[in-house]
């Protein structure tokens, strides 16, 4: 089955442990990204990836930290997490930039 | 960058009547235009898109319009049932340099039986 897997699907973490939420695809996609969602403000990307190790800054980048090393995988790094990172994040995968996007179920975290 | 802006927020339409949703996008080099539907615990699912070079594009009961001149695109879906109340999400992509798709502010859409 076609699909971008993330794990966890939810994390309560405390400030300043650094913690990695992992993104897997089975699709052979060349492009993926991170989005993070919160109420009122949509889906706002946080860093994107054209290809093994191209990564590039999204809209929100900062706290956050990415790499691409194998075309499947696409790991979001939270180096020093804090408070205002409490939100919902979906990893997402397509071909290219221009054709659909599939997501993944979403991470909730949570930083106290 | 684009600014997507996205109406109404939330909508609530009796079932089998039609609903509407709205965005506008800032700049007009933009060529690509994705509607996503997020139900409850699920991540986007994508429903419909467009290309700037089509005006209208059709799937069943739901259809995107586009009008290039007045940078607003919109989403129609009629005929509405239980099984279409989500949240859903337009998008538009700027085709040079930057390679990301920004997203509107969502619209709930509740569909009363």
């Known amino acids: 089955e076609a699909q971008v897997t993330q794990n966890p699907r939810y994390l309560i973490t405390v400030t300043g442990k650094k913690l990695t939420v992992t993104c897997s695809q089975n699709?052979?996609?060349?492009?993926m990204s991170w989005y993070r969602q919160d109420p009122g403000l949509g889906l706002r990307q946080i860093y994107y990836?054209?290809?093994?190790?191209?990564?590039d800054k999204g809209d929100v980048p900062e706290g956050y930290k990415v790499s691409r090393k194998e075309k499947r995988n696409f790991p979001l790094i939270l180096e020093s997490p804090s408070p205002n990172q409490t939100s919902l994040y979906f990893c997402a995968s397509s071909f290219t930039r221009n054709t659909e996007a599939f997501f993944g179920q979403g991470t909730r975290l949570t930083v106290v | 960058g684009e600014n997507v802006e996205q109406h109404p927020s939330t909508l609530s339409v009796q079932e089998g009547d039609s609903a509407v949703i709205k965005c506008t996008y800032s700049d007009s080099a933009s060529n690509y235009f994705p509607w996503y539907k997020q139900e409850l615990g699920k991540g986007p699912q994508l429903i419909i898109d467009?290309?700037?070079?089509?005006g209208e594009k059709k799937d069943q009961r739901i259809a995107v319009t586009l009008n290039k001149t007045a940078k607003h695109f919109s989403l129609h879906i009629t005929e509405t049932q239980p099984e279409d109340s989500a949240v859903y999400f337009c998008?538009?992509?700027?085709?040079?340099?930057?390679?990301?798709?920004?997203f509107g502010t969502g619209t709930r859409l509740t569909i009363i039986p």
């Open positions: 990836s054209m290809n093994v190790e191209v990564t």
């Open positions: 699709m052979n996609h060349e492009y």
């Open positions: 467009i290309r700037s070079n089509v």
């Open positions: 998008a538009a992509l700027e085709p040079f340099g930057n390679e990301k798709l920004t």
